[in-house]
């Protein structure tokens, strides 16, 4: 029932808004552009526009920003695997597909802010349109882990011009033998990202089931 006004990231150039790129004054290849920002309704709040961290902290700190929002709409083809309804958990939870989940989690660091909700608008068969907001707290371990990744890629490859080595999958899984030579035996609950690996993994071999199905197909027609 509180009444909010949605800023955008974007800073007026003669008369215009023209967005912009937030950018950490200690990491300057850390940076992003959240889509909304809904502050609470206060006369000191801006009209519609922040255009730098500093402003943010200053909402933040003064008690009218606590959130930031984003938002997909799975319109864009290139994103339709990830609207799969299998790679999302229910509404309310962090269960998201990872590329989604890595982004609210930098954008909570890049902000400061403590929440960011994510509004998947879910279109049915029928061209019906449900609205579903997910929510991803803060995670301090979570952020070093993306934060340290972030640092490495930067000094190995982006300082260096040095392309990253393509994984070697004979490598890989020798490792993996190495390290769990064998099953123990007892089951757990799998974890969020575990959950996810496992959705991308079922989606991996049904398209390869479908692919030697047409492979066969096709064969048959050439004979």
């Given at each position: 029932?509180e009444r909010?006004?949605?800023?955008?990231?974007?800073?007026?150039v003669?008369?215009?808004?023209?967005?912009?790129?937030?950018?950490d004054p200690?990491?300057?290849?850390?940076?992003?552009?959240p889509?909304?920002l809904?502050?609470?309704?206060?006369?000191?709040?801006?009209?519609?526009?922040?255009?730098?961290?500093?402003?943010?902290?200053?909402?933040?700190?003064?008690?009218?920003?606590?959130?930031?929002?984003e938002?997909?709409?799975?319109?864009?083809v290139?994103?339709?695997?990830?609207?799969?309804?299998?790679?999302?958990?229910?509404?309310?939870s962090?269960?998201?597909?990872?590329?989604f989940?890595?982004?609210?989690?930098?954008?909570l660091a890049?902000t400061?802010?403590?929440?960011?909700d994510?509004?998947r608008?879910?279109?049915?068969?029928?061209?019906?349109?449900r609205?579903?907001?997910?929510?991803?707290?803060?995670?301090?371990?979570l952020?070093?882990?993306?934060?340290?990744?972030?640092?490495?890629?930067?000094?190995d490859?982006?300082?260096?011009?040095?392309?990253?080595?393509?994984?070697?999958?004979?490598?890989?899984?020798?490792?993996?033998?190495?390290?769990?030579?064998?099953?123990?035996?007892?089951?757990?609950?799998?974890?969020?990202?575990?959950?996810?690996?496992?959705?991308?993994y079922?989606?991996?071999?049904?398209?390869?089931?479908?692919?030697?199905?047409?492979?066969?197909?096709?064969?048959?027609?050439?004979?």
């Open positions: 029932g909010v006004r949605l800023l955008v990231t974007a800073r007026r003669e008369g215009q808004l023209e967005p912009v790129t937030l950018i200690e990491r300057s290849w850390f940076c992003g552009t889509d909304f809904p502050a609470r309704e206060h006369e000191d709040s801006p009209v519609s526009f922040v255009p730098d961290l500093e402003d943010i902290w200053r909402l933040r700190d003064a008690g009218l920003l606590d959130r930031g929002l938002v997909k709409t799975g319109e864009k290139a994103e339709r695997h990830l609207m799969a309804d299998d790679l999302w958990g229910e509404p309310g962090d269960q998201m597909p990872r590329r989940l890595a982004q609210c989690v930098g954008y890049l400061g802010l403590e929440r960011w994510l509004v608008l879910r279109l049915g068969g029928d061209d019906t349109r609205i579903l907001v997910y929510t991803v707290r803060r995670d301090p371990e952020e070093g882990l993306l934060l340290d990744a972030g640092a490495r890629f930067v000094r490859h982006l300082l260096t011009g040095r392309a990253p080595k393509p994984t070697d999958l004979e490598t890989a899984e020798a490792e993996l033998e190495r390290i769990f030579p064998r099953d123990n035996g007892q089951l757990r609950q799998a974890t969020d990202v575990e959950t996810l690996l496992l959705a991308e079922r989606d991996a071999v049904v398209t390869f089931e479908r692919a030697g199905v047409r492979r066969q197909l096709i064969e048959l027609l050439v004979k």
